[in-house]
């Protein structure tokens, strides 16, 4: 689909729909040449949430969308990115093929963040997942007029809400068309469609070389081989901050030998989530760039039952030489992200290092669908996290890392094993504490995204069963922020 930028004072071209918003008790300024009935624009009708089709009397379109945005004193960005969601999907669904919104007036709010909230919106609620059956041919062109100070606006939230989609499209993809090769491949193409950004790929035999021992142990079941990607955005002028993301990319977990049980077992694509999230920042980092350089970290592999496969009581040796005894080999996130996180503070020596993992059923019980959660070594950076979470609306929600939980990860065997003992209970908290042995000095926080990457509920631009994409629109944030 193509999205067009354009001024108000462009002419307006032909399109099937014109999508237009309203506050309650502000006037409307309607395109030049369309003319609509009084009472399409008034009170009721303009509550928030709320649509209204007419036929337009006149001008370039056929029909008239309005969709009400409620009280400008109650007006935010999720309001407005639901909306846009929302006119976009709703005309799709007339089976037309252009919408044009017109956004005569700022609502108050500020315009870069008006522009940007309407355009993630937009593109946020035109995913779809087309790949693997036939469907409608759905919209072809969304034009957005604004007033020329939410330009720069638009042009970001449309480059944000199309890093996203990318994250989405991977995880929705099934694990037999989204292996650790198919991993390697999206970041390739990512790197080609920009001079800043270049791509290392550390395959088995390098791994082996490095001693990324813990990595290598979770792809030893698996006929595909793993791969460290290694991405890397430069800014042209001199970076401010040097920041690491790592992202589980792991395309599909059976639990290995530790097998999961079958029924909710498919949902195991979406273990590549935090991999996901890291290919759609840079994505976004590809398009408008940042003042900082960034590099994205995927850890990517496998993990499946095979007579090569790790056996529970296995001991394997991780980069940094710390000797892990795996006790359960469907806690494996943890053991790629190891090396993962060693490896790149070791490389980059960064100013903050954040990880994204679908690493704990347990962060669903305790956080539920929409809530990430948080915990590191630094409070500071988590709080800058959570408030990133407030301000995109994917929230994070701080989790402790107790001495306690760091002392239940040291092993009998190795020094540490890869779960804790059957009473400690905690289990996000454990994990956060297992993955604290691999990173040194450097500010960290890790996300446990297994209750955001899917399953979340609705909100006209994400919801229901497929991936979130979570991740992308917070980093991309937080990384405006610092
Ligand atoms: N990928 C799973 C975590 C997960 C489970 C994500 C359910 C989303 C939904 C991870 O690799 C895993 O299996 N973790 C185990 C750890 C346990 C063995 C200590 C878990 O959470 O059960
Ligand atoms: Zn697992
Ligand atoms: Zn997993």
């Known amino acids: 689909m193509k999205f067009l930028q354009k001024s108000l004072k462009a002419k307006t071209i032909k399109a099937d729909v014109l999508v237009i918003f309203g506050c309650i008790g502000k006037k409307i300024k309607l395109p030049l040449g369309v003319n609509l009935p ?75 963040l008006l522009g940007q909230a309407i355009a993630e919106g937009a593109v946020m609620g035109s995913y779809q997942l087309n790949l693997f059956r036939k469907s409608s041919p759905g919209l072809k062109r969304v034009t957005l007029h604004t007033d020329d100070k939410a330009k720069s606006g638009v042009s ?111 949902e195991m694509k979406y273990d590549m989530s935090g991999g996901a999230a890291v290919l759609g920042v840079f994505d976004v980092l590809a398009s408008v760039g940042s003042d900082h350089e960034v590099h994205g970290f995927i850890p990517t592999s496998e993990n499946l039952p095979d007579a090569k496969a790790t ?89 402790p890392i107790l001495d306690l939980h760091k002392e239940e990860m040291r092993g009998a065997v190795g020094d540490l094993r890869n779960i804790s003992g059957p009473a400690t209970g905690a289990g996000s908290s454990t994990g956060g504490a297992f993955l604290s042995y691999f990173v040194n000095q450097t500010p960290w926080v890790h996300l446990d995204i297994a209750g955001s990457a899917w399953g979340a509920s609705e909100r006209d631009y994400q919801g229901g069963e497929k991936g979130t994409g979570v991740g992308v629109r917070l980093l991309i944030d937080y990384l405006r922020s610092i």
Request: glycine content about 10%; proline content about 4%; charged content about 25%.
């Open 311 to 399: 056996k529970p009581g296995d001991v394997v040796k991780a980069y940094n030489g710390l000797q892990i005894e795996v006790l359960n080999t469907d806690a494996e996130g943890r053991l790629i992200l190891a090396d993962a996180l060693s490896y790149a503070e070791k490389k980059i020596k960064p100013d903050s290092m954040i990880d994204l993992a679908t690493l704990t059923g347990a962060v669903v019980v305790a956080l539920g669908h929409e809530l990430t959660g948080a915990m590191g070594n630094n409070d500071a950076l988590i709080k800058e996290l959570v408030d990133a979470g407030k301000r995109t609306s994917e929230g994070v929600w701080p989790l």
């Open 156 to 266: 970001f939230g449309l480059a944000v809400g199309q890093g996203n989609c990318l994250a989405r499209r991977l995880q929705d993809t099934p694990a037999n068309k989204m292996r650790p090769r198919d991993m390697v491949r999206e970041a390739r193409k990512i790197s080609k469609s920009s001079t800043n950004v270049s791509l290392k790929i550390i395959d088995e035999a390098a791994m082996k070389k490095l001693g990324m021992g813990s990595l290598l142990s979770v792809s030893a079941g698996s006929s595909e081989p793993a791969y460290l990607i290694h991405m890397i955005y430069r800014p042209k002028i001199k970076a401010k901050k040097k920041v690491c993301l790592v992202g589980k990319g792991l395309t599909f977990d059976s639990g290995g030998i530790s097998l999961k049980p079958s029924a909710r077992m498919h």
């Open 38 to 112: 009084k009472s399409t624009l008034h009170g009721a009708n303009l509550e928030s949430g709320k649509i209204r089709y007419t036929d337009s009397l006149s001008g370039p379109f056929q029909q008239v969308l309005v969709l009400g945005l409620g009280k400008v004193s109650e007006l935010n960005q999720e309001k407005l990115r639901r909306a846009a969601a929302l006119a976009v999907k709703e005309s799709s669904k007339h089976s037309s093929e252009s919408v044009t919104f017109w956004i005569g007036k700022n609502f108050g709010q500020d315009p870069f």
